[in-house]
Nanobody, 124 residues
């Protein structure tokens, strides 16, 4: 299982970014994919997840209505569209994968494969 994030950067508050998670080495439909973030001095927190073919989606309350998770199945890529960004969204963002076809969760302990992360910085 390989996961490679990209798309991070520096953006002003109110702006948008789209993160990408390119996946390889596994059957895309059989895995849940999650987006997590970790700010300096804070614990890693779940942002959004997509549960294989039947697991649906979920979002942290702090990003509902602003962030959207989506997939390009042909290219086995998962996206996180982030709109109306706030300074408190500043963090390293990670994508993660876990073998399942009917589950989606925001607990990092439930995911076993991780990417290297991409930095998102939102200036005020």
């Amino acid at each position: 299982v390989q996961l490679v994030e990209s798309g991070g950067g520096l953006v002003q508050a109110g702006g948008s970014l789209r993160l990408s998670c390119a996946t390889s080495g596994f059957n895309f439909d059989d895995y849940a994919i999650g987006w997590f973030r970790q700010a300096p001095g804070k614990e890693r927190e779940g942002v959004s997840c997509l549960g294989g073919t039947d697991g649906g989606t979920d979002y942290a309350d702090s990003v509902k209505g602003r962030f959207t998770i989506s997939t390009d199945n042909a290219n086995k890529t998962v996206y996180l569209q982030m709109n109306s960004l706030k300074p408190e969204d500043t963090a390293v963002y990670y994508c993660a994968a876990e073998f399942t076809s009917s589950w989606c969760g925001l607990d990092s302990a439930d995911f076993s494969s991780w990417g290297q992360g991409t930095q998102v910085t939102v200036s005020s």
